[in-house]
């Protein structure tokens, strides 16, 4: 892995090490409140959720409570944890995930609660996806999810009393509001790695754009023309038969014309132009077939790409069968 990432250039990235599993003989239960899970947020008022989270605070008023939240722009990843007298914030590098952000807030946030005296706690998080992952911690790999439940783990057998709760976000609960303004905020970096599964997606992305950019020389390559993008083409309603012709089309490598290279002959001729046979000179450039072109696609002349780009044009199969191609692909 690190080989790849020099050959890309991807500078300043360490790789989070993996985290040793949990042992099978624990328990893999943490404590979790879902009494806003049972209220869907496209049809609950904002207002809703607050009397409920005021409601839900005075039931557990003896249990002390910490917001976290993971911010993720362009340029910036952050995490904060809001206390009731403080704020911890942490930047993250640029590669991690919004749910790594998130993960490593709650983390943040176990590690503050261990130095702690009191040992009844409730973390909110605006995160349904960091809370599902911590219930189906035995199917997770990620380092720091790993991490957090270890941590979790250690704190449960030093009596401490911790709850996980699911709240939404954007909906005027002042803890969450301020863990999102301090996670966006956030400045120090302390944690400058980059979980594999993080980094994954920015090779795949810097792969692309280095095979996209030898592509961009490939001008005078035939598929080139019809498709400058290594994005690959969208898939197609025809049959698999004219799916294979048109591949054949597009690759400009057809019976007609390339079987001279297994004869080991000459190429062939186009009689009426007095030019090398192609797909690209029978489909837009042969004289012959000017009316047909007319009648087709409503010029004599088209674009190669507006017949076998992405959307093939429509009439391309009656087109190749009025001039006696179809069965020559």
């Known amino acids: 892995m690190r080989s790849v990432i020099q050959t890309l ?30 209220l869907p947020k496209s ?17 557990h008023k003896d249990f002390n409570s910490a917001f976290t939240d993971g911010s993720k722009t362009a340029s910036h ?16 590098h640029e590669y991690c995930t ?17 130095t702690s005296q009191d040992k009844k706690w409730i973390i909110y998080t605006d995160s349904k996806s960091s809370v599902e992952a911590l219930l189906n911690v035995s199917n997770q790999s990620h380092p720091l999810l790993i991490k957090a439940f270890k ?12 709850i996980f709760c699911w709240i939404p976000g954007h909906v005027g609960i002042s803890g969450n509001e301020y863990a999102d303004l301090a996670a966006k905020n956030a400045k120090d970096m302390k944690y400058c790695f980059v979980p594999l599964s993080d980094i994954d997606q920015v090779l795949k992305l810097s792969i ?15 598929l080139h023309f019809i498709q400058p993008f290594i994005k690959g083409f969208k898939s197609t309603s025809f049959n698999r038969k004219m799916d294979t012709k048109l591949t054949r089309l597009r690759i400009g490598h057809t019976h007609l014309t390339q079987k001279h290279l297994l004869k080991g002959e000459p190429p062939p001729t186009c009689q009426a132009c007095n030019t090398i046979l192609s797909v690209k000179h029978i489909l837009i450039e042969c ?9 087709s696609f409503g010029s004599a002349h088209p674009f190669l790409k ?8 429509p009439n391309l199969y009656q087109f190749i069968k009025d001039i006696g191609f179809c069965n020559l692909i």
């Open 77 to 92: 990843v952050g995490s904060a944890v809001v206390f009731n007298n403080f704020t911890v914030t942490e930047k993250l």
């Open 9 to 38: 250039n991807i500078q300043n990235v360490e790789i989070e090490p993996k985290e040793d599993g949990l042992p099978p003989w624990r328990g893999f239960n943490i404590r979790t409140i879902d009494e806003f899970y049972k």
């Open 43 to 59: 049809l609950t008022s904002d207002n809703v959720y607050r009397q409920l989270f005021y409601y839900h605070r005075q039931q």
């Open 306 to 313: 507006d017949l076998l780009g992405d959307i093939p044009h």
């Open 98 to 114: 919004v749910f790594t952000a998130e993960v490593y807030a709650i983390l943040l946030a176990l590690n503050v609660i261990g």
């Open 208 to 222: 692309n754009e280095a095979w996209q950019t030898i592509w961009n020389t490939q001008s005078n390559n035939k």
């Open 287 to 295: 004289s012959i077939f000017n009316n047909c072109r007319l009648r």
């Open 151 to 162: 941590k979790y783990l250690r704190l449960n057998e030093r009596e401490f009393q911790i």
